[in-house]
């Protein structure tokens, strides 16, 4: 029992991404101009120091009124509310970096402080109202203006902050040209055991409210086509709200990805990736047998995890597996999908070109009667 503790504990540690109600008068309208929603997305910056993302988003999470964008958003549950943010990105940003202050530094520190010209940062965050989100569908048949979207969906360990961060980092490295919209859940935002638990019940709470925001994504931006990336925790709620949407005639995706999935892979196997094949044009999952974080989840739960690699990697009609095991990670192995710049250049063939594996510079490799693919270093 006390190993046990112990592991959650650590495991917990190295699973982070993986850190009143605002009155109504607050909210504004979303104009659309023309047949889809525009102003999202990388937008020209009068810095010369930095360019700015605007992102749409959705969340569960109960606003706290707080005039600090960090403190805006913390971790109770709340209802599903829509908005815009603004996060800038340095001009002089390497693909893979979320540029922060040192991690060891003093915030109130002026030297130390956040700055956009050097930092990714949450400049600020605008609530919509959601009548004007729900009203006449938008023709997809004319909807010129908005070819594509990307849903973020963060894992566990992750605060609304760094989650409109790493959207923003994603959509830029990425050169993403559509609408990137982030749904942030209600996770703590901290790696305590408690908080480990509290963020698995969480992410199976939201999912309602994960398959309503897909929906208004989906139906009302005017996008021809919706991608999804999830990582690690996020995945379970991704999956679960997928099977919610299979359930609507109209409601199909292009690209899922699922990244680093926390899910039990036996699960998986045998009741997850079945139900959901149906749900895109094509599902990718990433698995590294290098991800020492879900390596410790494995040990906590007693069972592999569906993001792990090596030997029993998942392997399923209808979903494409990528195997990172052979690129050099960070020190957990488990944020890859927007650190590693060789993934990131995948994740680009996959999103804005639509290739498949066959059609990228990964190796094939054969188990049985199952395909897979290896990412090269």
Partial sequence: MRIKLFLLLLGTC?????????????????????????????MRSDSTDYEVVEIFYGTDRRATGSDDEEDY???????????????????????????????????WLPLFGKNPGDHIVLLSIEPLLNESLT??????????????????????????????????????????????????????????????????????????????????????SGAHRVHILAHSMGTRALTAALRIALNRDSL??????????DIDAAEFRRDIGPAIVGAAERITLYASSNDRALAFSRVVHDNQMAGEGGQNIVLLDGIDTIDASELDPDLL???????????????????????????????????GNARYWLLPP
Avoid: M
Wanted: hydrophobic share 40%.
């Fill in 14 to 42: 190295l699973l982070g991404a993986c850190k009143a109600a605002p009155p109504q008068q607050n909210a504004v309208p979303l104009k659309p101009e023309g047949t889809g929603w525009t102003g999202f997305g990388i």
């Fill in 73 to 107: 958003f913390l971790g109770e549950r709340g209802d599903l509310t829509y908005g815009r943010l603004r996060v800038s990105i340095p001009k002089q940003h390497r693909t893979g970096v979320l540029d922060s202050p040192p991690f060891w530094a003093p915030d």
């Fill in 135 to 220: 009203g006449a569908r938008k023709s997809r048949d004319t909807a010129a203006l908005v070819r594509d979207a990307l849903v973020f969906i963060h894992g566990f360990n992750t605060s609304f902050e760094d989650a409109a961060r790493r959207c923003a980092q994603i959509t830029y490295d990425l050169k993403f040209p559509g609408v990137p919209a982030l749904f942030s859940w209600p996770s703590e935002g901290t790696w305590s055991p408690l908080a480990y638990t509290a963020d698995e019940a969480d992410a199976r709470w939201t999912v309602p409210h994960l398959a309503e925001f897909l929906a208004v994504v989906a139906e009302r």
């Fill in 252 to 261: 199909r995706f292009n690209q899922v990805i699922l990244a680093a999935p």
């Fill in 333 to 367: 192995g488990h944020s890859y999908f927007s650190e590693v710049p060789s993934v990131i250049d995948d994740l680009f063939k996959l999103l804005r070109h639509r290739l498949g594996p066959d059609e990228r510079r990964l190796e094939s490799r054969q188990r």
